[in-house]
């Protein structure tokens, strides 16, 4: 059993910026690190990832805003987020599997889950 610990969140004026971070119980390297979103009466909602040999994708509200990251000596995944906008309200979760690229939006992917950390943009 892996444990994941969000932390970073918070409220935030539009077009202000946040960065979020996870630390997981286990080294990075043994997983590929997720970030997922869920905005009340929503669906959870992919972020972004970064694989074990770093490649990085993104969900379409995220790119060219976020910016996954993996940090080993500190043993965290973050997520810098920018330009944030009412529509980033939300519970956002860090999530660590195996995936391959044409699964890696699906929550399924993944095995375990963090309690998530909400983010509040005001206008």
């Known amino acids: 059993q892996v444990t994941l610990v969000e932390s970073g969140g918070g409220l935030v004026q539009a077009g202000g910026s946040l960065r979020l971070s996870c630390a997981p119980s286990s080294p990075i390297s043994d997983y590929d690190m997720g970030w997922f979103r869920q905005a009340p009466g929503k669906e959870r909602e992919f972020v972004a990832v970064?694989?074990?040999?770093?490649?990085?994708y993104y969900g379409d509200s995220a790119k060219g805003r976020f910016t996954i990251s993996r940090d080993s000596a500190k043993n965290t995944v973050d997520l810098q987020m920018s330009s944030l906008n009412f529509d980033d309200t939300g519970l956002y979760y860090c999530a660590a599997g195996s995936i391959i690229l044409s699964t890696a939006k699906r929550t399924d992917s993944y095995y375990y889950w963090g309690q998530g950390t909400q983010v509040t943009v005001s206008s």
């Open positions: 970064v694989r074990r040999n770093n490649a990085k």
